[in-house]
Nanobody, 125 residues
Framework: QVQLVESGGGSVQAGGSLRLSCAAS????????MAWFRQAPGKGREFVTS??????DYADSVKGRFAISKDNANYIVALQMSSLKTEDTAVYYC????????????????????WGQGTQVTVSS
């Protein structure tokens, strides 16, 4: 059974950078779709980015600032966040969906069957 553990969250000033990591254990995830979602205080969970094979997708709010990468050899999915804004403050969740999904579908929460516990990112002005 796949387990996902996020790390790398913390507090940073606006304009700064953070790198989140999601370590997967239990099985290889070469052919899986991996994603990051986030949930800000008082709001619902929202899609941030996904990677499926060599295809990546980003929410408009993070495009050009965030980058997702997948290290199949070490079972790690990373999220490099740059030019952080106060509105990026949220709990960030890593998620796994079995198989390949195109961007049209990879934004849907219901395709993901494994979720991490979340890591807090706080951006201050």
């Amino acid at each position: 059974q796949v387990q996902l553990v996020e790390s790398g969250g913390g507090s940073v000033q606006a304009g700064g950078s953070l790198r989140l990591s999601c370590a997967a254990s239990g099985r290889s995830f070469d052919s899986d779709t991996m994603a990051w979602f986030r949930q800000a205080p008082g709001k619902g969970r929202e899609f941030v980015t996904s990677i499926s094979g060599h295809t990546t997708d980003y929410a408009d709010s993070v495009k050009g600032r965030f980058a997702i990468s997948k290290d199949n050899a070490n079972y790690i999915v990373a999220l490099q966040m740059s030019s952080l804004k106060t509105e990026d403050t949220a709990v960030y969740y890593c998620a796994r969906a079995r198989g390949y999904w195109n961007p049209r579908h990879s934004r849907r929460e219901n395709i993901y069957d494994r979720w991490g516990q979340g890591t807090q990112v706080t951006v201050s002005s």
